[in-house]
């Protein structure tokens, strides 16, 4: 399975984007990166720490991946658009991962700021990758505003619910003419091959990794489950039914009469 | 001069720019990614060091961290 995946003419082997919140130390990070195989890592902005020892930037240097800054944290368009400058400065990228946050509990999508700020963003260059509710209208409206893909989540960031709404998602992709990117909800393996199998071009995963119980290995897991799915996708799944399909033939059964006599 | 780095008050001496406030917060450091913003504007790196702040001047120093 040599098919690319291709973001604003940017192309990937890898269909896993590993974030890297939550991860206990760089070390960890270093090693579920390694194994996930992911060639694309969001990064954060914070107020600098004097006190902070060692960069993040030294570990993804390292392994070579390309690097997502987002803008999380930011509530109002505003905040967005500024923090996604000083990340295009901070990191010499024009992509971003906009989120715009509406609820601190919750953390879903506010969709007025969010599409606003993708609109100012996309204006000033920048390419777009929106975190965005399992609304179909609202990730049309994102494609239309110039974003390079979308990213419906499957449930809240770091709930491990997994996908909430299958059908919104499958609506978002079948629709989509940008590439789906499911970001936020993954649990577990399952629920990223169930993704893929929805037609997701991609998953984003960082809990789901960063706070296992071994994260190296469920980097691993997840990179399985998320080519296992993309290859299940591939292969055309059988329809849903509600009565059983024999898969054993009817014809050439053999029939042997009655018993002779009750035992 | 009073200026407000990430939320603190800061002494620096009148004419102290953006490179100072940077030097002062990151020490030794390369500063590599790292961002500044002045009253919510992005001062790009090549215009720290001729980019004076003024009285009261809120200016926020970002560098990466985990998340996402």
């Given at each position: 399975m040599d098919e690319t995946l291709t973001i604003a003419g940017r192309e990937f082997r890898s269909r896993l984007v590993l974030g890297t919140?939550?991860?206990?130390?760089h070390d960890v990070l270093a090693g579920a990166l390694e194994v996930s195989g992911a060639e694309m890592c969001t990064v954060a902005l914070r107020r600098?720490?004097?006190?902070?020892?060692?960069?993040i930037l030294d570990v993804l240097d390292a392994s070579g991946v390309q690097v997502l800054p987002n803008t999380a944290g930011c509530f109002t368009a505003r905040d967005a658009v500024v923090t996604a400058r000083l990340a295009r400065e901070a990191f010499?990228?024009?992509w971003i991962k906009l989120e715009v946050i509406?609820?601190?509990?919750?953390?879903?999508?506010?969709a007025v700021e969010l599409l606003a700020a993708a609109e100012q963003l996309v204006d000033e260059g920048f390419v777009v990758l929106p975190y965005t509710t399992d609304d179909p209208v609202l990730a049309r409206r994102l494609e239309d505003a110039g974003c390079a893909a979308v990213m419906p989540l499957g449930?809240?960031?770091?709930?491990?619910?997994?996908?909430?709404n299958a059908y919104n998602i499958a609506i978002i992709v079948d629709r989509a003419r940008v590439p789906v990117v499911l970001d936020?909800?993954?649990?577990?393996?399952s629920d990223a091959a169930i993704a893929m199998e929805l037609g997701c071009d991609a998953v984003l995963c960082a809990s789901a990794i960063s706070?296992?119980?071994d994260p190296v290995a469920m980097a691993e897991a997840i990179r399985l489950s998320v080519q296992a799915g993309r290859l299940a996708l591939r292969a055309g799944r059988i329809p849903r039914r509600r009565y059983a399909e024999a898969?054993?033939?009817?014809?050439?059964r053999p029939e042997f009469g009655q018993p002779a006599h009750a035992e | 001069m009073t200026v407000i780095v990430n939320g603190e008050r800061r002494e620096l001496p009148s004419g102290a720019t953006v490179a100072h406030v940077v030097a002062l917060l990151s020490?030794?450091?390369?500063?590599?990614g790292v961002a500044v913003a002045v009253e919510g504007e992005v001062v790009p790196r090549t215009t720290w060091s001729s980019t004076p702040l003024s009285e009261g001047a809120r200016v926020e120093v970002v560098a990466a961290i985990q998340g996402g």
């Amino acid at each position: 399975m040599d098919e690319t995946l291709t973001i604003a003419g940017r192309e990937f082997r890898s269909r896993l984007v590993l974030g890297t919140g939550g991860f206990k130390s760089h070390d960890v990070l270093a090693g579920a990166l390694e194994v996930s195989g992911a060639e694309m890592c969001t990064v954060a902005l914070r107020r600098l720490d004097p006190d902070a020892r060692g960069s993040i930037l030294d570990v993804l240097d390292a392994s070579g991946v390309q690097v997502l800054p987002n803008t999380a944290g930011c509530f109002t368009a505003r905040d967005a658009v500024v923090t996604a400058r000083l990340a295009r400065e901070a990191f010499a990228t024009d992509w971003i991962k906009l989120e715009v946050i509406g609820d601190d509990r919750t953390l879903l999508p506010d969709a007025v700021e969010l599409l606003a700020a993708a609109e100012q963003l996309v204006d000033e260059g920048f390419v777009v990758l929106p975190y965005t509710t399992d609304d179909p209208v609202l990730a049309r409206r994102l494609e239309d505003a110039g974003c390079a893909a979308v990213m419906p989540l499957g449930s809240p960031i770091g709930s491990g619910m997994g996908i909430r709404n299958a059908y919104n998602i499958a609506i978002i992709v079948d629709r989509a003419r940008v590439p789906v990117v499911l970001d936020a909800g993954v649990g577990t393996a399952s629920d990223a091959a169930i993704a893929m199998e929805l037609g997701c071009d991609a998953v984003l995963c960082a809990s789901a990794i960063s706070r296992a119980h071994d994260p190296v290995a469920m980097a691993e897991a997840i990179r399985l489950s998320v080519q296992a799915g993309r290859l299940a996708l591939r292969a055309g799944r059988i329809p849903r039914r509600r009565y059983a399909e024999a898969s054993t033939p009817e014809e050439g059964r053999p029939e042997f009469g009655q018993p002779a006599h009750a035992e | 001069m009073t200026v407000i780095v990430n939320g603190e008050r800061r002494e620096l001496p009148s004419g102290a720019t953006v490179a100072h406030v940077v030097a002062l917060l990151s020490g030794d450091g390369d500063a590599r990614g790292v961002a500044v913003a002045v009253e919510g504007e992005v001062v790009p790196r090549t215009t720290w060091s001729s980019t004076p702040l003024s009285e009261g001047a809120r200016v926020e120093v970002v560098a990466a961290i985990q998340g996402g």
